[in-house]
C-alpha cells in the first residue's frame, strides 16, 4: 500500500468505525510548500506555491436512513478521541463555532457555502490526513478545501477551484479567525502535478509552472513552534494595511519601490520594513519562476538568499536558529541551489530547491546543525502532485 492508500484505509476504517456503513465518495486536497512570494498574497500581489504530496482524505455519504432531522455529521481521525473528535449540527439552524478548532475548519466550511448561496445537504464524513500540523504546509488550507470538495460535490454543485478556495478561505477568516490570505486554499484546490502554481492573488488568475527535472523541492521542518502565530499574523497584515493606506493605495501591489525609498524618512520605520519586504518580494516571483523552470540553480541560489534575508531583518518573521540553519543550508549548496523561510513563519519550515545532486549537501548541512542545535531539524523531499480532486477507486 502506497501513502495515499494507506490514508484512504484509513478515512474508510474511521467512517465505518464511526457510522457503521460504508462510505460512498472519497475526496482529497493536498498541503503546499510556497517557492516565492511570502506575506504578499494578502498583499494581493504574485505567489509561487507548490502542491506537496500530502494530504487531507475526506470520505464522504448519506446519513442513516431512520434520520429525519437535516444533519451534518462529521468525524476527524487525527484529532483526538472518539468523542472530542465527532460533531454533528443542524443545517437548517444558524451555524455556530464548536468546542474544538477542528470543528470551527468544517462548520466554517459549511457556513461559508452558504454564504455564497451554495446549499450543502445532509451528509456526513470522515476526516484523515497526513499534512503535518503546524509546521506551515498548510494542514488548514488542504483540510477546508478537502472538506469544500467533499460538502460541494456530494450535494451536487460543481465548484471552480476558485470559489472551493474562497470558500475555505472565508471559513478560515471569519469562523477560525485567522486573516490568513488566499495562497494556500488556492495552492490545494489548483495545483497541477509536476507544476508550481503562479497565482495573482489579486485576479485569481494562475498558471502553472514546470518544476525543472534536475530540481528537488526538499522541505526542512526545523521543529520549532512559536505560540500566538495567529496574532502576530494579524498584526503583520494590519502593518502592511496601514502602509497602503498610507500612500493611498489599494494594496501593497500598487505601490512602487521608488515612491516607497523615497519617503522613507516619512513613516514609521517598522512600517517601513515591512513594506519594503512585499514590496522588494514581489520582484522576486518572477525570477524564481523563471529559473525553477530552467532549472537555473544559481539564480535560485541567490534570489532566495534575497528573500530570506528581507523575511528576517525587513518581515521579522524568523528566529536566530533558523537564520543559523538557514545560513549553512546556503552555504554549503553554493551555486547549486536555494533556500530561504516558507510560509507564515515564526518557527515552521525553511524549503530548498536545488539540483537534485546536492540532497547529500543538505542532510550534511542539517547534521553539521543538528550538532550543536537544542531541537534537531529534518528533510523530506515531496514532490508535486495535483490539487483537489475526488479520488476514484478502481
Ligand atoms: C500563511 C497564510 C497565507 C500567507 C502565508 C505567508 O500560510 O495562510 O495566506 O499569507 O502565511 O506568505
Known amino acids: 500500500m502506497d501513502r495515499r492508500e494507506r490514508l484512504i484505509a484509513r478515512a474508510r476504517q474511521g467512517y465505518r468505525l464511526a457510522y457503521g456503513v460504508e462510505p460512498a465518495r472519497f475526496y482529497a486536497a493536498p498541503g503546499r ?161 509536476g507544476h508550481a502554481l503562479l497565482l495573482d492573488c489579486r485576479s485569481l488568475d494562475f498558471m502553472p509552472v514546470p518544476v525543472h527535472k534536475s530540481l528537488a523541492i526538499t522541505v526542512i521542518d526545523t521543529g520549532l513552534r512559536r505560540s500566538l502565530t495567529e496574532s502576530a499574523f494579524n498584526q503583520r497584515r494590519a502593518e502592511c494595511e496601514a502602509v497602503a493606506q498610507h500612500f493611498g493605495v489599494k494594496a501593497l501591489r500598487d505601490l512602487d519601490y521608488g515612491t516607497l525609498l523615497r519617503a522613507e524618512v516619512d513613516i514609521d520605520h517598522t512600517l517601513y520594513r515591512r513594506a519594503r519586504h512585499v514590496v522588494s518580494e514581489l520582484d522576486r516571483v518572477e525570477p524564481v519562476g523563471v529559473a525553477l523552470a530552467r532549472g537555473d540553480a544559481a539564480t535560485l541560489a541567490q534570489v532566495m538568499r534575497e528573500a530570506h534575508l528581507s523575511l528576517s531583518e525587513d518581515f521579522e518573521v524568523s528566529l536566530p536558529p533558523i537564520d543559523r540553519l538557514a545560513q549553512m543550508v546556503s552555504e554549503t549548496l553554493g551555486d547549486t541551489g536555494g533556500v530561504r523561510l516558507t510560509g507564515a513563519g515564526f518557527g515552521g519550515c525553511l524549503v530548498a530547491v536545488a539540483k537534485h545532486e546536492s540532497g547529500e549537501a543538505i542532510d550534511e548541512a542539517i547534521g553539521r546543525y543538528n550538532d550543536e542545535a537544542d531541537l534537531p531539524a529534518r528533510a523530506e523531499v515531496f514532490r508535486p502532485i495535483s490539487g483537489a480532486a475526488e479520488i476514484v477507486l478502481e
Open 33 to 193: 510548500v510556497n517557492l516565492i512570494g511570502e506575506h504578499v498574497d494578502y498583499n494581493d500581489g504574485f505567489v509561487l506555491p507548490c502542491a506537496i504530496d500530502r494530504e487531507t482524505i475526506v470520505a464522504a455519504g448519506p446519513l442513516g436512513p431512520q434520520t429525519k432531522d437535516k444533519l451534518f455529521e462529521a468525524v476527524a481521525l487525527d484529532m483526538g478521541d472518539m468523542a472530542s473528535a465527532r460533531d454533528s449540527f443542524d443545517l437548517l439552524a444558524p451555524i455556530r463555532p464548536g468546542d474544538n478548532n477542528w470543528q470551527n475548519h468544517v462548520r466554517g466550511v459549511v457556513q461559508a457555502l452558504g454564504r455564497y448561496g451554495h446549499k450543502v445537504r445532509p451528509m456526513r464524513i470522515a476526516i484523515a490526513g497526513d499534512v503535518p500540523i503546524g509546521a506551515g504546509l498548510s494542514s488548514s488550507a488542504a483540510f477546508g478545501v478537502a472538506v469544500a470538495l467533499a460538502c460541494s460535490d456530494y450535494s451536487g454543485l460543481p465548484l471552480s477551484p476558485e470559489m472551493l478556495a474562497k470558500v475555505a478561505q472565508l471559513a478560515e477568516n471569519d469562523f477560525v479567525g485567522c486573516a490568513c490570505g488566499i495562497m494556500d486554499q488556492m495552492a490545494a484546490a489548483a495545483s497541477i502535478a
